[in-house]
């Protein structure tokens, strides 16, 4: 049985708000190559055809936060 080879993916979703350590804890897995990683797109929450919605959750969570979630799902989807 080699371990680099698996018969069905084995999938792990790491969940949290802003800060609490996602991708720090996703590093730990980076060494590993049978392993695919897919950090959250912060790059495109950061600059969304020049708007920066990350920046938007952070001061007005109340008017943006359904926006965001549609937006990171909407780009988790894309990732797959």
């Known amino acids: ?11 792990i979703f790491v969940e949290g708000i802003v800060g609490t350590g996602k991708s720090t804890f996703l ?3 980076e060494k590993y190559p049978m392993m695919d990683i897919l950090p ?13 919605m990350l ?6 969570p109340e008017r943006w936060s359904m926006a965001q979630v549609s937006f990171n799902q909407i780009n ?4 797959m």
């Open 1 to 11: 049985n080699d371990p680099d080879i698996r018969k069905k993916p084995f999938t």
């Open 27 to 29: 590093k730990a897995f």
């Open 40 to 52: 959250e797109p912060v790059s495109k929450w950061m600059d969304l055809n020049g708007t920066d």
């Open 55 to 60: 920046q938007l959750i952070y001061d007005d």
């Open 76 to 79: 988790y989807h894309n990732l």
